[in-house]
């Protein structure tokens, strides 16, 4: 009979994995969620914001073509095409 705890008969074999579960749940406690949103995410997020007050303007004018209150200037249309084709 031994009288002193040396050798393996002293060593608790589960302290190793209780070690590393206390490890994991003191580093997993101290980190915190953080959410970052892209350049390009932002951009296809306001191109829906433009698309959406494009869309209301659409709605609106062809209620004004269905109700026969809109006119359109000529000028300003011709203009306007003219200008797209010489850039």
């Excluded at 200037?73 to 797209?84: P, Q």
Aim: proline share 2%.
């Amino acid at each position: 009979m031994k009288i002193n705890n040396l050798g393996p008969t002293g060593i608790n074999p589960y302290k190793k994995a209780i070690n590393k579960l206390d490890k994991v749940s003191n580093t997993t406690t101290a980190k915190a969620d953080k959410v970052e949103i892209s350049s390009a995410a932002k951009e296809m997020q306001q191109i829906n914001q433009l698309d959406s007050a494009r869309q209301k303007k659409v709605e609106e004018l062809k209620q004004r073509v269905q109700n026969g209150t809109y006119k359109s200037d000529a000028a300003a249309t011709a203009s306007s095409i003219i200008n797209y084709f010489k850039i």
